[in-house]
């Protein structure tokens, strides 16, 4: 399988690089502090960052560290291209501040235990064929994990991501097909057959990605797992970031790999999804207040014993309203979450199945959710 995320900004990459160092720094900075959707619009550098920094962030929100902005002070130049020469991370712990400062992940050589030469030279070929910086072997987390697959029409996607999530994390995965035309559950199938770490379920017709995500958690409640993970099937997701948001988790019930906050960026989208996506997350912030920078990432690990003391049965939403309720739950029920920042990138292959209908009910759901969902207090 080979694919390439599109570098997040090779061309103003490109274009600093030529600059001389000061000019450059500067300009890097200026990124830094605006880093929004993965180029340096000026509509996107100037307002939205500022009315995000504007509202308070409660405690059980965990942001990365912010930069100082000033030229001097600022870190290493955002994003870079595949060029780039590879970064070496001792571990998931000291790779966040990493990315945090501008590094695009797909350039992260992450150690966590293994050789460093023998992960330099995993991590090279792995660029060189257009699979990002692999390690020699997946890595292990120290919880029993499943990884959620909602898919619908995804055959082209399907076997490639989960090839590619198994080269980067050694991890159960749940498919969880709404009956696709176009035959992904009988892929998913298939592939079930060739390993045993694939489970499929089959629902009869689109019943959206609420109530497939919900069939997931139940299923790892039920399967004894210790994290659930959410992820897109059409690559929007990187595998190599998979590992670094299930190892975020060990402090935080739920880890929300986020575009918005520093060193997270969108790759690819279009103007309008741009300011559908913004404008969603600002209006949810506002309303809610409860912090989180990112509220419709589908990108996403929870901790199956949080799950479980939430009433799942009362979550009907769908598309965004679902991420956003779910987070919202969260934080209601007492739970800490945390962002990592993540490059999103636009799917690969295949129709996204946003559409008014669930903006509409993102939209409508949000005024009711502070009076919907109660604040307790479970977490321990
Ligand atoms: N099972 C199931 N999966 C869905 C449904 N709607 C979307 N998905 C899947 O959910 C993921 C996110 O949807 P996508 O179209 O990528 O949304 P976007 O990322 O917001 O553009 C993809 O893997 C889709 O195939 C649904 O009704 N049922
Ligand atoms: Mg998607």
Not at 327 to 341: D, H, N, T
């Amino acid at each position: 399988m080979r694919w390439r995320s599109a570098p997040c900004t090779r061309a103003t990459s490109c274009e600093v690089a030529t600059r001389p160092p000061v000019a450059r720094r500067v300009l890097a900075a200026k990124r830094q502090a605006s880093i929004t959707d993965g180029r340096t619009s000026a509509a996107a550098s100037l307002r939205w960052p500022l009315l995000r920094d504007a509202l308070p962030n409660p405690p059980h929100v965990t942001q990365p560290a912010r930069e100082s902005s000033s030229p001097a002070a600022a870190p290493t130049p955002g994003p870079r291209p595949l060029a780039e020469p590879l970064v070496i991370a001792r571990d998931f712990a000291a790779a966040e501040p990493l990315v945090r400062s501008g590094i695009d992940s797909q350039h992260l050589c992450v150690l966590q235990g293994q050789d460093e030469a023998l992960a330099r030279a995993a991590a090279e070929r792995g660029r060189a064929a257009g699979d990002g910086p692999t390690p020699p072997r997946p890595h292990q987390a120290p919880w029993r994990t499943l990884v959620v697959i909602p898919t619908y029409n995804e055959k082209d996607n399907l076997e490639p991501i989960v090839t590619a999530i198994w080269r980067y994390l050694d991890t159960d995965i749940l498919v969880v097909d709404d009956g696709s035309p176009d035959g992904t559950g009988q892929i998913a199938d298939r592939l079930a057959a060739a390993d045993r770490r694939l489970h499929v379920l089959h629902r009869t017709g689109k019943q959206g990605l609420g109530t497939a995500y919900i069939a997931g958690f139940r299923f790892a409640i039920e399967r004894g797992y210790q994290r659930v993970c959410e992820m897109d099937a059409d690559f929007s997701h990187a595998p190599w970031d998979l590992p670094r948001l299930v190892f975020a988790s060990v402090d935080a019930p739920l880890v929300i790999g986020s575009r918005y906050v520093q060193g997270g960026c969108t790759v690819g989208w279009e103007l309008k999804r741009r300011l559908l996506s913004r404008g969603a997350n600002l209006y949810t912030r506002t309303v809610l207040g409860s912090g989180i920078k990112d509220n419709t990432a589908g990108f996403r690990c929870f901790h199956v014993d949080a799950l479980a003391k939430l009433d799942l049965s009362a979550v009907h939403a769908q598309g965004y309203a679902f991420q956003i309720e779910m987070a919202f739950r969260m934080v209601r029920a007492g739970f800490k979450v945390k962002e990592i920042p993540i490059h999103f990138v636009d799917r690969r292959v295949g129709k996204s199945k946003m559409d008014g209908k669930i903006a509409r009910e993102a939209l409508l759901l949000v005024p009711k959710l502070r009076g919907r969902v109660k604040k307790e207090r479970l977490a321990d």
